[in-house]
């Protein structure tokens, strides 16, 4: 346990159980004695409560039952807590916010989530805000290269708060600060929320070409490029006070294009090496964030006649069926 400001009965819940939910549990029992827990349907439910652990995913973090709260309903866990981390799939997190009748203003929403909601096509901050009228004042968004599996076997690993209140940022700090955690705060709640995104993109460009048998030294000048992309991409949307070299931009960037840990990279690897996108992705087991993203940013850059030609070409491979091999022969001349 660490020294913070959040108190022992402090009520903070997760929504979700797949390895980022489970592995945000995990962070927050180090400050926290309780942690609310709503996961997908019974079975996940019993199993955890049975065996102290997520039956599917990270299965080799254990769990104290006792210090758990599980619930399968949304409105039982936002009753009892104060403090909301949302981590679904993106895909998934109107199902589950829809389910949510209950009372929850004051709330905090914290979002975990790297991805676009289909159903308004927009991040997480605007959704909360126009559908629930959960204004940024009550929201943060979490960020930075903190891969789950890292976070499961206590390697030191990074993140980034994005809220606008400072009292709601050293709360935050508080709940996720431990020994193998670093927790730095921003105010760039936009900024943080599509540089998550963004990346998934590129980390399935970098898993293209490796698929497509480029080597590192071409990675490294495809990465050099798409954080410039990512930060022509984000002053296009929202100009704000921002440096993409810190760790919630490049960092995560880079995490997440060169891991095998990376869903996305993985993704773009079977892609590369012949497989059909529909193949690729019915052959993962997780869900591919920028697979669904790479839609919402290719037309956001459209409309606003922004130059991103890796977005341009991930889309291009990913929705029009183009070759991957001829689109990254073409990419090569422009990149530098």
Not at 161 to 167: F, K
Not at 221 to 237: C, D, H, P, Y
Not at 319 to 324: C, F, H, L, P, R
């Amino acid at each position: 346990m660490t020294d913070s400001p959040v108190k022992k009965d402090s009520t903070v819940g997760v929504v979700g159980s797949g390895s980022f939910a489970t592995a945000i549990v995990k962070m927050l029992l180090e400050n926290v004695h309780t942690v609310h827990w709503c996961v997908r349907n019974e079975f996940v439910k019993g199993a955890i409560e049975l065996r102290g652990h997520n039956p599917t995913y990270l299965t080799a973090v254990n769990f104290c039952v006792k210090n758990l709260k599980l619930t399968t309903d949304i409105n039982e866990l936002v009753k009892a807590c104060d403090v909301i981390v949302l981590a679904t799939p993106s895909i998934y997190l109107s199902d589950t916010m829809d389910k949510m009748t209950c009372g929850y203003a004051g709330k905090i929403f914290i979002s975990a989530i790297k991805g676009i909601v289909p159903r308004v096509n927009d991040v997480v901050a605007h959704y909360l805000r126009e559908e629930f009228q959960i204004g940024f004042k009550c929201q943060a968004v979490l960020a930075g290269p903190c891969h789950a599996e890292e976070v499961a076997m206590e390697r030191l690993s990074y993140l980034t708060i994005a809220t606008v209140e400072d009292h709601v940022a050293e709360m935050l700090q508080g709940l996720f600060s431990s020994s193998y955690i670093n927790v730095h705060s921003s105010k760039d709640i936009l900024g943080n929320e599509y540089s998550a995104i963004l990346k998934n993109i590129y980390a399935i460009g970098a898993g293209i070409a490796s698929g497509l048998g480029y080597g590192d030294n071409f990675t490294a000048v495809f990465v050099s490029n798409a954080i410039r992309e990512m930060e022509t991409f984000l002053e296009g949307i929202y100009e704000a006070p921002r440096d993409v070299n810190e760790s919630a931009y490049l960092g995560d960037l880079l995490v997440t294009a060169y891991s095998l840990f990376s869903r996305n990279r993985s993704l773009g690897n079977l892609i590369g090496k012949g497989y059909t996108v529909k193949s690729a992705l019915q052959s993962m087991n997780m869900i591919a964030e920028g697979y669904y993203a790479a839609d919402s940013i290719y037309n956001t850059s459209q409309e606003k006649a922004l130059e991103t030609p890796i977005i341009d070409t991930i889309y291009k491979i990913l929705y029009e069926g183009k070759n991957a091999e001829k689109q990254y022969q073409k990419l090569t001349t422009i990149l530098n």
